[in-house]
């Protein structure tokens, strides 16, 4: 059982729409990231969370620390949002663990 | 900064041989990290260095791989012998602090073992 749990697999969305990504986790974490692979296959570091909220254009990611839970937002989303989204927490003690992706396509 | 730069992109090799795949992190990153991606697995992080020191090689597979950090701006992952199940992106990343910051990844090498 992977210890970081993220829904949906996969998601299928007219563009415009808002997107909402979410990941669980299980234990205590000192740090949390939302990385972004489009399909060429290069990642891209979109979000480190600890705590609270971040936003970045249309993008708003979000952490509960004490649910040990954290959601990405998409707003206004477009074809080129098009990716696999990936969660990736880093536990207390230091161990690294990746969400399997959730795979968004954004259809104009 | 060009970013972290890494080599071959693309490695096409026999079952057996040695594959040597080489990261140049991001000047000033005191962290270096190396993960595989797999269909199966998903990525998973392999080892990672401080300041060119091993703090973790949990994640190695086992002892046909071995990474190193000669120095600051320098560090390869090295697969000896080479096995089909090895087939995967291997990704270098590298970043200020350990939870701190922002992680910076390669463009990934893409490595085929036939």
Known sequence: KNEVEQSPQNLTAQEGEFITINCSYSVGISALHWLQQHPGGGIVSLFMLSSGKKKHGRLIATINIQEKHSSLHITASHPRDSAVYICAVRYNNNDMRFGAGTRLTVKP | ?114
Not at chain 2, 50 to 57: F, G, Q
């Open chain 2, 1 to 114: 900064d060009a970013g972290v730069i890494q080599s071959p992109r693309h490695e096409v090799t026999e079952m057996g041989q040695e594959v040597t795949l080489r990261c140049k992190p991001i000047s000033g990153h005191d962290y270096l990290f190396w993960y595989r991606q797999t269909m199966m697995r998903g990525l998973e992080l392999l080892i990672y260095f401080n300041n060119n020191v091993p703090i973790d090689d949990s994640g190695m597979p086992e002892d046909r791989f071995s990474a190193k950090m000669p120095n600051a701006s320098f560090s390869t992952l090295k697969i000896q012998p080479s096995e089909p199940r090895d087939s995967a992106v291997y990704f270098c990343a590298s970043s200020f602090y350990l939870s701190g910051n922002t992680i910076y990844f390669g463009e990934g090498s893409w490595l085929t073992v036939v």
